[in-house]
């Protein structure tokens, strides 16, 4: 099916995005000092974005929700090892 004028020009605002090498736009975030309410915020604006694009959203939301896990993950690890290092 062709692409409405108007996805056309989500798509271009879409893909523009990806290219920025902007984490944050993909999930990827200081989640020691950040907050999870303003990534799902950012997601939920990507996502409609993608969707807007008639782009597969889904893949795009299931890669963001990984990053985002992933970062917060590596936040709990940096957080436990400074605990370790006051530990007797």
Not at 75 to 87: E, G, M, Q
């Amino acid at each position: 099916m062709k692409k409405t004028e108007l996805e056309k020009a989500y798509s271009t605002v879409f893909y523009d995005l990806m290219q920025m090498d902007c984490g944050l736009l993909v999930g990827k975030y200081d989640a020691a000092n950040g907050s999870d309410e303003f990534m799902h915020g950012v997601h939920m604006v990507m996502e409609l974005i993608a969707a807007k694009a008639d782009e597969d959203y889904f893949e795009f939301s299931d890669m963001f929700t990984r990053n985002m896990i992933e970062s917060q993950e590596k936040a709990r690890k940096n957080v436990k090892k400074s605990l370790d290092r006051f530990r007797p």
